[in-house]
């Protein structure tokens, strides 16, 4: 499911991301507060997006991932956003994301989230999302 904000397309991650998302992931700047630090190799990376795109499959889905686009320049990637589910009875979600550091300070982010956060509480009928 793709999303869409006024500058911006999120597209769910496959597996043509790998090497853009493991670029993103290897960039310093943007893992440095990241819990699961540098990947080693690509195989580390792929481990990490497995989840969200195998998930597709559920009927109830715990994970979603998005790489943030343009919309005038859908091929060019600026970065990843994702939401993970807690078990359905508490209706809550938690919100991450990481943009190449030259796409900092232009809004992308804000515009990104605030997609995600439409998304969970309109389509998902969340009660609370946190970062």
């Given at each position: 499911m793709d999303l869409?904000?006024?500058?911006?397309?999120?597209?769910?991650t496959d597996w043509d991301?790998?090497?853009?998302i493991h670029a993103l992931h290897c960039e310093p700047l943007v893992e440095e507060y990241n819990t699961l630090g540098i990947p080693g190799n690509v195989e580390m990376?792929?481990?990490i997006m497995a989840k969200p795109i195998e998930d597709r499959q559920n009927r109830t889905r715990a994970k979603y991932e998005w790489t943030?686009?343009?919309?005038?320049?859908?091929?060019?990637?600026?970065?990843?956003?994702?939401?993970s589910l807690a078990a359905p009875r508490f209706r809550s979600g938690e919100i991450h994301y990481s943009l190449f550091p030259e796409y900092w300070d232009r809004g992308?982010?804000?515009e990104a989230v605030t997609a995600v956060l439409k998304f969970g509480?309109?389509?998902?009928?969340?009660?609370?999302?946190?970062?």
């Open positions: 869409k904000s006024k500058r911006l397309v999120l597209r769910e991301d790998l090497s853009i990376t792929r481990a943030i686009r343009m919309r005038k320049e859908p091929d060019q990637v600026l970065g990843t956003v994702g939401l992308f982010a804000i509480f309109k389509k998902l009928l969340l009660h609370r999302i946190h970062a």
